[in-house]
């Protein structure tokens, strides 16, 4: 398998402090389909985010003093030029980190949706009359953009979790400056020349690479002027940066990892069951916060499902994943497949059957598996998997699907397959999950005005909608008496 590296999508300079930058070091980018280097980027330190908190802290006084509805028009222009450039970014996340181009196509368009509506929602930014209790007085609220804000990402959706904190960032009127994930810097830096294309200020979104993540991230902590942080990524990461906020009690929104159930009733067609089940498990391979990571099925469809489950799994198509017809390509790293080995091993050593895959296949490609007869203790029943294989669970009621659901740490994403209406409410209302999806394995697809966000150790706060906004305004009262004399 080749990689074809096309020069013109690659980016390797940071932008801060109002110029795109080389620095001293520089770390490398490896295509997960081949393991070959795709270029290089820069290394930033310590004191370039200091650098950029000062160059933000600027930049500040005057966004935040825009018209919302000419951020609203900037963000629009941004939002075409995402379009525009569609090819190019797909093609860029491809390379980084191997999810399928006609997924990273999506992605685009996904990425681009948060835009788009921050874009038409900026200008609706306002605030509420409050009567008050007494005649001679006034009340109101303003909403007023939070401040700096220091954003961390993952590779996983590396356009799509930028925008959706950046667009809702610029449009409230804050400044922000992303550390995106190692393994997928060039789309951050590309997206950040859009929006200085798009006419967006200087300094209002700067992109910082960093393979010290820890180091890099110290000063923003340490920073009174950083107002709020916002994360996505893994929960143990989300504790601790969690820890470090606090220091300087600034705004925290977490988004983090799951374990999403999926419930499969008596009642439900196990063909069309079967079909979500695919698209919810299997794209990007797997490795998205909200993939079904367990099965749960109801014991009298039970042995139809799993063998039209297993029978879609093996029609899929692994390879290459710049061709057009690949389904399932390689998994990020060589860490990720070891865990997802681990995780297979574990299960089949305690009497797991692999009806499907079950192996390494080559590189980092990992066959798309599906385990039946899953032993109650696996790790993969309780550990975020991040990867091609589906463990199936025969239940017997429903109070023991709920109770199986629910038996986890995570509470990001749950799903839910039947034809009963009063069931389909029960189970919604039931399950600790932030996001339920009920016969709809994708139920926030393209979906930028609806919450995203998790209970318990997924995280805190919501991504999206006018909730996501909310995150990066401050609400300020302001009271008023009046001399009612004349
Ligand atoms: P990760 O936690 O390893 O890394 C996320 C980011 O944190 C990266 O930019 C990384 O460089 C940075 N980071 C790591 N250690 C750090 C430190 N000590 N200080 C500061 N920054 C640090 O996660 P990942 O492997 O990139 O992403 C996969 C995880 O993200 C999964 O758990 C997945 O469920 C989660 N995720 C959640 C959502 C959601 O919306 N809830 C969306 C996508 C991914």
Known sequence: MTTPTNQSVLRSKAYFAGEWR????????????????????????ADD??????????????????????????????????????????????????????????????????????AEEAGRISGERISMRFNHKRGFTSMEPVGIVYAVTP???????????????????????????????????FLAELWLQAGGPADTFQVLPTNDAAGLTAPFMEDERVRKLTFTGSTAVGRLLYQQAAKTIKRVSLELGGHAPFLIFDDADPAKAAQEV????????????????????QRGIAEEFTRILTEK?????????????????????????????????????????????????EGLYFEPTILTNVAPDSLILKQETFGPVAPVVIFDTEEEALRLANDSEFGLAAYAYTNDLSRAWRVAEALE????????????????????GGMKNSGVGREGGHWGLEEYLETKFIGMALNLEG
Not at 335 to 341: F, Q, R, T, V, W
């Open 22 to 45: 080389t620095t001293a070091q520089t770390f490398e980018v490896f295509h997960p389909g081949n393991g070959q280097s795709i270029g290089s980027v820069a290394d930033c330190t």
């Open 433 to 452: 999950y932030g996001i339920v999806g009920i016969n709809d394995g994708g139920p926030t697809a393209v979906a930028p005005h609806v919450p995203f």
């Open 49 to 118: 985010a200091r650098k950029a908190i000062d160059a933000a802290e600027i930049a500040l006084k005057s966004w935040r003093k825009v018209n919302p509805n000419e951020r609203g028009k900037i963000l629009r222009k941004w939002n075409d030029l995402m379009f525009a450039h569609q090819e190019e970014l797909a093609r860029l996340m491809t390379l980084e980190m191997g999810k399928p181009i006609t997924e990273t196509r999506g992605e685009v368009a996904y990425a681009a949706s948060f835009i788009e509506w921050c």
């Open 313 to 361: 799994t093996a029609a899929l198509k692994v390879g290459d994943p710049l061709a057009d017809d690949t389904n399932i390509g390689p998994v990020v790293e060589q860490a990720g497949l070891d865990k997802i080995k681990a995780q297979v091993d574990d299960a089949l050593s305690k009497g797991a059957t692999a009806t499907v895959g079950g192996k390494v296949k």
């Open 155 to 189: 590779w996983n959706f590396p356009a799509g979790m930028i925008t959706r904190k950046v667009a809702p960032a610029l449009a409230a009127g804050c400044v922000i400056i992303v550390k995106p994930a190692e393994l997928s810097p060039m789309t951050a830096l």
């Open 278 to 297: 695919i698209g919810s498990k299997f794209r990007n391979t797997g490795q998205t916060c909200i993939c079904t990571n367990r099965v749960y099925v």
